[in-house]
């Protein structure tokens, strides 16, 4: 009498073989849900860098296109050095034809006009020129002078033909503020100080005109 192995056994093998078809099912399965999870990883952080990138740089471009209230702005100032003194179509100028040696401007008060042609220079350098009338309070003089003082790219004198108390130029900007605590004078300063109108940015503010 002979037996079987249950190998041998047709419903032994019929077994074994659904067992082994729910085995790689369940495998199956389980290397789709790997897979699938993974995946997700990868593209979440992959949105979320982008996002990122693209809310930074949307971000920086509204920063940039944003005008200041009240501000001015110009384009296309010429650029070329001259040694004879330069009509200017606006008090005081924020650009155009200037002389080839610029004003000091490393936060550099002056108690007496300066020359409009190096001053633009200074502009071209990444400058930003803050000018008042007698008509600004003694008090503010003091409080942008301090300011000033502390800033380096910045110079400071009396302009007494411009319109308004106080100016703030950049090369192609302009704000023109009654009063020291005029909250757009530190966005002024902080946009435009070697900001990007700057034709020349990194050139030196130190070395040129003292007086």
């Not at 990444?126 to 000033?148: P, Q």
Request: net charge neutral; hydrophobic share 30%; with cysteine.
């Amino acid at each position: 009498m002979s037996s079987r192995s249950p190998r041998g056994d047709p419903e032994s093998r019929r077994v074994r073989v659904e067992e082994m078809r729910r085995a790689d099912r369940t495998h199956e399965r389980r290397r789709k849900i790997t897979i699938g999870v993974v995946s997700a990883v990868i593209v979440a952080a992959g949105g979320v860098g982008i996002g990122y990138l693209v809310s930074a740089s949307d971000s920086s471009e509204q920063r940039q296109a944003t005008a200041i209230s009240g501000g001015k702005t110009w384009q296309g100032l010429s650029r070329n050095h001259v040694t004879t003194d330069v009509s200017y179509p606006m008090p005081p100028p924020v650009g155009g034809d200037h002389h080839p040696v610029w004003q000091n401007c490393e936060g550099d008060v002056y108690d007496e006009p300066v020359s409009d042609e190096n001053a633009v220079h200074a502009l071209e350098h990444g400058a930003v020129w803050v000018t008042y009338t007698d008509k600004a309070r003694a008090a503010d003089v003091k409080a942008l002078a301090d300011r000033v003082a502390k800033t380096p790219y910045t110079l400071m004198s009396p302009y007494p033909g411009q319109a308004s108390p106080t100016t703030l130029s950049a090369w192609g900007h302009q704000l023109s503020v009654n009063d020291a605590s005029d909250a757009r004078i530190a966005q002024f300063l902080e946009r435009y100080v070697q900001g990007p109108q700057t034709p020349e940015p990194g050139a030196p503010c130190g070395g040129g005109k003292s007086s």
